[in-house]
Structures are given as C-alpha cells and as structure tokens.
C-alpha cells in the first residue's frame, strides 16, 4: 500500500489528508497541535455542490518522532508538502528524517519558485508541482469545505507517469477532483494570474464573492492580470484555460459593468459566499503573506525582461507596509476606489 504523508497540513492539507485516507491510503498527518486537536474525532469534508464525506479518525505523526535518528520505516512513498511559500525554507529541512532514496516530494504551494528550495536540498529525489486551484473554509472544527471549483493537478513527467497516473486515477474522487500535467509551468503562471485577486481580497477584507460584485475591486485585479499578460507573453508562455473564460479575455471580463458581469461571469460568482482567500487569513493574523511568490514573482520575471508593472509593485507595497504595522485586529478593509486610486499612483 503506497503511503503519504502531509506535511504542513492547514486547510488545504488537512482536506487533502482526508481525502487519502477515505481511499484507505496509509495517511500520516504532520500539524501544529492546536489543527490536531480540532480534528481529533474526525473529519467532515464538503464541497459547494453538495457532496459531503466523513472520516471517523486521521492519523498523526508527532513532530517529536521527526529526530534526525528516526528509522526508516519513517520513509514515504509521496510526501506532501503544504505549508505556505513563506515557510518552504524551514519545511525543507524539518521534512529530512521523512525522506527516503525513493520518496516523491510533491509541492502543493501557490506561486512561482518554491520547489527549487526543495529540488537544491533534495536533488536525488523527484520534485513535482501540485496546482491546488480551490479555496477551503473551516465552518466549524472537525469540518473542512472546499468552496470553490477548479482540479487538483500533479505534474508528471516521463519518469513519474506509472506512478502519477496510477495515482490520479485514485485520487479523482467527486469531493476533490484530480488531473496532471507536463505543463506545469505554464499552468502555474495560469494559477498566478488567477491568484492575484489574493492580495485585494485580503486588502479589500471582505470574503471574495462580495469582492467580485464590487467592480471597482475588479477593475483593481484586471490592471495586476494586464501586467502579468504582458510579462507571460513577453516569455512566450501560453497560458491554459483553468476557468470557463480563456486567460487573456478574463481582465476583459472583471472590467465589465456590474450587470453585464453578472450574466457572463455566472461562474466566477459561484463560490461559496464566504470563502476568503489564504493571504486574507495571512494579514487578519498578522502574519507574513506570500505576496513575494504571487505578485513578486511577476515583478522578478519583468525586471529581467525590463517591463515596467507599476500596478503590481503598488499592491505589494501596500501589503509590505501592513505586515510592518502588525495591527491586524484594528485593521479596516480598503474600498475598490480607493485601491484603484493606490495602484495607478506612482510606486
């Protein structure tokens, strides 16, 4: 039986190890104590089209057993790594007593950049990108519900297709539907572009369906995807079609009149009405965001290619200047106009 092990498991982790062990996968939890002790009498998955799945029990692996001696029945055959972008770093090496000579390292970060941490520590080991596409809220402990559409997407290459494609076949379940690529790249760039309603969503500090009726918070999000068209083409990186709208025609799409988005964009407002994006969770705890994997990875591509993307580098100074204050609690959203008035400034 293959095992897994999901290391960092918040929202999207746990989820993810919930649904491998409701396949009876050999599934380990790694966690902080406070997600352990929610999930201690088990998990409820849901999704916004109604499916539902319960797992009585999960199993966890304590951090304590994570010594450099640890034996190797510790080894995986897939290990899932989960934890956000800004804690790669660390994660790279807490994850060592974990890894074996045949251990597939998956990494499940939004963004561009992390997994080169991983290959440079691990470069015997095979590293593949994982597309996680969905939002997951937390209604309650014990209760994780997916609240947005999109497939799970493994990259696979010449090398990993037996295993991987064994693997998707498994994994595609109704509650969390599973693909895989050779393309991966240009889907994360595709992914990225997407995610740049990230930023505004947690600037903006209301959940992401309210956001998009607001077209001024839209219009914000279609001037970050403009930029980033311009760096993706300027790379010759096709973008795939992740939603019902192709990529270059989604900026289009945002800056439509509020009544014309409606009836186009029926898709994009089916989510559930309060998902909130994991940078908005990020800055309403005071923590560091990923804004330097999201928006930052635009940047860095730019400036080799000397593009200017103004707008983007406004949002993320805006982010940088919260993070600074650390004032989470008092903390008030900032309205579309506002933002919109932020981001055509001067950086």
Known sequence: MQS??????????????????SLHFDTKLVCRPKIRQKLTKGLVLTDYLGNKIEIESLDFLDTKDLAPHIHKEAFCDFLWVTVKCTGIDQASKDIHPLVGPDTIILCCQNGLGSDQVIKKRYPK???LRVMVPFNVAEPESGHLHRGSEGDLCIEITAQTSKSINSLVR???TSVMTVTQSTEMQSLLWAKLQ?????SINAL???????MLEQREYRLVISILMKELLVVTK???IKLPKLTAIPAKYIPIVLSLPNFLFNLVANKML?????????MWWDLSQGKKTEIEYLNGAILKAAEKLQISCPANKNIINIIKEIEKTDNSKN??????????QNIKSKP
């Open 4 to 21: 897994h092990i999901i290391f960092g498991a918040g929202l999207i982790g746990s989820f993810l190890g919930g649904v491998l062990t």
């Open 125 to 127: 080991n095979i590293v």
């Open 170 to 172: 498994q994994l595609n």
């Open 194 to 198: 997407l995610n740049l309603g990230n």
């Open 204 to 210: 903006a500090d209301i959940p992401v369906k309210s």
């Open 234 to 236: 300027a790379l010759k």
């Open 270 to 278: 089916a989510i559930d009405p309060t998902v909130r994006t994991s």
């Open 331 to 340: 903390r008030k959203g900032i309205s579309g106009k506002v933002l919109l």
